[in-house]
């Protein structure tokens, strides 16, 4: 049971445009949300997260959007950089339970 | 501040044999996790540690153990390996026990042959 879900598992977006990538969720109880960045060969990076009590935070050039009624949340790149090209995972959690549920992963490519 | 360190990067095994592989928190990080990365499964979290004690485990056979010591360090280690054991291994740190937010080492790539 994938109880967090990436549908899209590659995504090419043009250098300077916007990303968006797209994270569904079964789980009514998770209450906390991330996303990680992977290259190949290392393990995956913090980015950005949000509490369930907000529907939206921004760190410079990333933006996370949560819609609890649909359960789905996405990120958001704005301008998008060739160095942004790696996988990216969605994770949540929720209160009492240290461990994170991943989705799938996106491949995010930048193409100059 | 160094990240989170692991050990080895990389192992090679035979089915059979067991292996223990170590991780070293973040500085002032006291809580533990680790996690199997298979290309079929995904992210699959395996247990986590707080204060030298298990708090959580995920749904992998008891072939998989692990602990913590009193400096925060921690080993994982795998007992009669199967060939779908071959993964990387990751080991995420957090300051305490309930953070949502982990840091990542760069992982053990393990192959069973």
């Known amino acids: 049971d994938q109880q967090v879900k990436q549908n899209s598992p590659s995504l090419s977006v043009q250098e300077g445009r916007i990303s968006i990538l797209n994270c569904d969720y079964t789980?009514?109880?998770?209450?906390?949300f991330l996303w990680y960045k992977k290259y190949p060969a290392e393990g995956p990076t913090f980015l950005i997260s949000i509490s369930s009590i907000k529907d939206k935070n921004e760190d410079g050039r990333f933006t996370v959007f949560l819609n609890k009624s649909a359960k789905h949340l996405s990120l958001h790149i704005v301008p998008s950089q060739p160095g942004d090209s790696a996988v990216y995972f969605c994770?949540?959690?929720?209160?009492?339970?240290?461990?994170?549920?991943f989705g799938q992963g996106t491949r995010l490519t930048i193409n100059p | 501040k160094a990240g989170v360190t692991q050990t080895p990067r990389y192992l090679i095994k035979t089915r059979g044999q067991q292996v223990t592989l170590s991780c070293s928190p973040i500085?002032?990080?006291?809580?533990v996790s680790w996690y199997q990365q298979t290309p079929g499964q995904g992210l699959q979290f395996l247990f986590e540690?707080?204060?030298?004690?298990?708090?959580n485990k995920g749904n992998f056979p008891g072939r998989f153990s692990g602990r913590q010591f009193s400096n925060s360090r921690s080993e994982m280690n795998v007992s009669t390996l199967e060939l779908g054991d071959s993964a990387l291994y990751l080991c995420?740190?957090?300051?305490?026990?309930?953070?949502?937010?982990?840091?990542f080492g760069p992982g053990t790539r393990l192959t069973v042959t």
């Open positions: 995420a740190s957090s300051l305490s026990e309930g953070e949502y937010e982990q840091y």
């Open positions: 994770a949540a959690s929720r209160s009492g339970a240290q461990k994170l549920v």
């Open positions: 789980n009514s109880m998770f209450d906390y």
């Open positions: 540690y707080f204060s030298e004690t298990q708090r």
């Open positions: 500085s002032g990080h006291r809580s």
